[in-house]
C-alpha cells in the first residue's frame, strides 16, 4: 500500500472516519455526526460498540430503550438541523437490526440523511446459524438485513474490511446531496468488525461538507420565467426542499416581489411567517379555506421543493383550471417530472433569486393578491372559533391546540406530530412564524414517531421549547422515550389527547360510509376497556405529569411545565368526533363498489363524483 497505514479493526476505521466528517453552520466548524445511538448486543457491542468507546469524546454515543425510537430520534434531528447535520445508529443482529426498518421507511419517505449500521451475521459462516439469524435456505448471502435494501437511498453489507473505503464515500455522497439525500444502511458482519486492517492514513483525515447549491438549466429557467409572466393567477406551494435549502428568505422576496400568495405542505411549513399577508397556510386535504379557494381557480403553480403528495393536491381533484401550468422548481429531477410539469431542477434558494431575476419588472395582477387577503380574512375567523377556549367536558383537539398555541406561541417553540387526528389540525390551525418552528412527520405518518422524534428536536433546537402532541394511540405504540427525555435531560412538553382509542381513522371510517368498528375502545370486541392512568405512567419514567380536566387545567399546566427542569406529560380527554369543519377538501380513500349498507353506497356515489375531478395528465 502507498502512503503511511493505521492498523485498527474495521469497527475502529468506522467510527474514526465518522468522527472527522465536518461540516460548518453561521461560520462554525462542527462535526456533521452529531453523535450515534446504540443499543448493543452479540451483534456489535464487541466491534462496533467496543470502538465507539475509544473515541466517546469526539463522537458521543446515546443509550435509549427501542432501536425503532432511537433511529426516529436521529431522523428527527437530522429534519430539525434542516439535513445539516446528523447521526448514526447502530443494532445488534435480527430484532434489534429489524426494529430500525420502520424509522429507516421514515427517512427515506421524507429524504433525510441517517446512517444505519446493523450488526449482521458472520462474513465466514463457521457458526451459522447463529443467534438471531434469519437462513433462507435457496440464498445463503441473505440476513434478515436484506429488508432495509428498499427503504435505503444506498445499502451495503460488509463483509471484507476493503469494502468500507468505498462504502463510506458513497455513504457520504447520499448522505450530503440535497437530490439523492435518504438513509444509509451498512450492514456490518460481526466478524468482520473486528478484524484488523491496515488502512490509508489519508482516510481519517479531516474532511468538511459544504452544501451542494445547484444552478438552473438556461434553457428550462426561460421556459419557467416565460409561463409566470403569461399567468393570470399563479400561486406559489412550499414544500419541504424550501427549508432543507434554507430558502424562506427569498421565498418571502420572491413572492413580495412579484405579488404571488404562498400556501405551503406539511413539509413546507414554516418555510413562510403564516402571519405574512400572502402567506395563506396549508393546502390540500388538510388546508385552509383560503389556500384551497386560490389553488381551484390557480392557471399557474410554482411548486418548490415539493413532491407533489397527495394530501398538498387533494389526490389531484383541488386544481380545477383546465389549462394549468406547474413549474417544478426542484433539486431532484424526479420530481420535476410529475404530472407534466415545467422542470426547473435547482436548488431553491438559488432557483428563486435567478428566477425573480428573469421576471425583473413583472408582478401578478393585483386583483391575485387582493382575493388572496379576503380569502385569509375569511379563514382567520373561522379558525379562531376553532381554537377558542371552551367549558366542555371533553374538548376539540383544535381547542387543545388553541391552548397550546395561547400558553407557547410559536416563535420560541417547536411543535412536534407525526399521525392520527392532530397534523390535519395542526396544518390547518398551527400558525409559525420561524422557520423550523413546526415539525410534522407527514410523509410516512408514523405512529410512535412524535416521543422520539421530540428527543430528536430537542437535541438539534436546545434553545427551543419542544412541544410534542401526541394522541393516546401513538403514545401506547411508542413511549418508552420520556425516560430517555429525562435521563439524557432533553426537556420536552409532551401533551396527550385521550380520545379512548383511533379517533382519526374511525372518523375516516364514517366517511367512507363504515360502521364504528374496532377503532374507538367503545367498539372494540373486548372483555373490558382499557383504564390508562397516562399520569401515573409518565410519572413511573421519570417525568413531571398531570392530568387535566379542562382547558384552564391544560393552559396552567403548559405554563408550569415551561418553567420545569425536566420533561412535563400533561394528559387531557378529548372528544373523539369533532374536527374543524371549515377548510380541508377531499382524500381518495377508495369506496367499495357492493355493500349491504346504504351509508357506503351513498359515499360511493361521493367517491365517484370527486375522481372525475381527478386531473389524469396536465
Known sequence: MVGKVVRLTVAQALVRFLANQMTVIDGEKLPIFAGCWAIFGHGNVAGIGEALYQVRDRLPTFRAHNEQAMAHSAVAFAKASFRRRFMACTTSIGPGALNMVTAAAVAHVNRLPVLLLPGDVFANRLPDPVLQQVEDFS????????????????????????????ALQRAMHVLTDPAEC???????????????????????????????????????????????????????????????????????????????????????????????????????????????????????????????????????????????????????????????????????KVGLTRLSRGLKGWKADAGVAERAAREKAIWLTAASHALAPTNAERPSDAQVIGAVARAIGSANSVIVNAAGGLPGELDKLWAPTVPGSYHMEYGFSCMGYEIAGGVGVKMARPDKEVVVMVGDGSYMMLNSEIATSVSLDQKLIIVVLDNHGFGCINRLQMATGGANFNNLWQDCDM???????????????????????????????????????????????????????????????VVPEASSRPEVAKAREEYEAFRRLQRVFD
Not at 440464498?139 to 476493503?162: H, L
Not at 393552559?555 to 420545569?564: D, N, Q, S, V, W
Request: charge should be negative; proline fraction near 5%; aromatic fraction near 6%.
Open 139 to 166: 440464498d445463503g448471502t441473505v440476513s434478515a438485513n436484506d429488508c432495509f435494501r428498499p427503504v435505503s437511498r444506498y445499502f451495503d453489507r460488509i463483509n471484507r474490511a476493503e469494502q468500507l473505503i468505498p
Open 182 to 348: 435518504g438513509p444509509v444502511t451498512l450492514a456490518m458482519c460481526q466478524d468482520v468488525q473486528a478484524e484488523a486492517h491496515d488502512w490509508p492514513e489519508n482516510l481519517f483525515a479531516e474532511k468538511v461538507w459544504a452544501p451542494r447549491r445547484i444552478g438552473p438549466d438556461e434553457n428550462e429557467l426561460a421556459a419557467a420565467v416565460a409561463a409566470i409572466k403569461a399567468a393570470k393567477k399563479p400561486m406559489i406551494i412550499a414544500g419541504g426542499g424550501a427549508l432543507y435549502s434554507e430558502a424562506s428568505a427569498e421565498l418571502r422576496t420572491f413572492a413580495e416581489t412579484h405579488g404571488i400568495p404562498i400556501a405551503v405542505t406539511q413539509a413546507g411549513k414554516s418555510s413562510i411567517d403564516e402571519t405574512h399577508p400572502l402567506a395563506l397556510g396549508a393546502l390540500g386535504v388538510t388546508g385552509t379555506s383560503a389556500a384551497n379557494a386560490l389553488a381551484g381557480d390557480a392557471d399557474l403553480l410554482l411548486a418548490v421543493g415539493t413532491r407533489f403528495q397527495d394530501f398538498t393536491t387533494g389526490s389531484w381533484a383541488l386544481f380545477k383550471t383546465g389549462d394549468l401550468k406547474i413549474v417544478a422548481l426542484n433539486v431532484a429531477a424526479y420530481d420535476t417530472a410529475k404530472h407534466n410539469a415545467l422542470p426547473l431542477v435547482c436548488d431553491a
Open 527 to 589: 372483555v373490558a376497556q382499557p383504564d390508562i392512568d397516562f399520569r401515573k405512567h409518565a410519572e413511573s419514567m421519570g417525568a413531571i405529569a398531570v392530568k387535566a380536566s379542562s382547558i384552564g387545567d391544560l393552559e396552567a399546566a403548559l405554563e408550569a411545565a415551561k418553567g420545569a427542569s425536566r420533561t412535563t406529560v400533561i394528559a387531557i380527554e378529548t372528544h373523539p368526533l369533532i374536527t374543524t369543519e371549515a377548510g380541508g377538501y377531499w382524500w381518495d380513500v
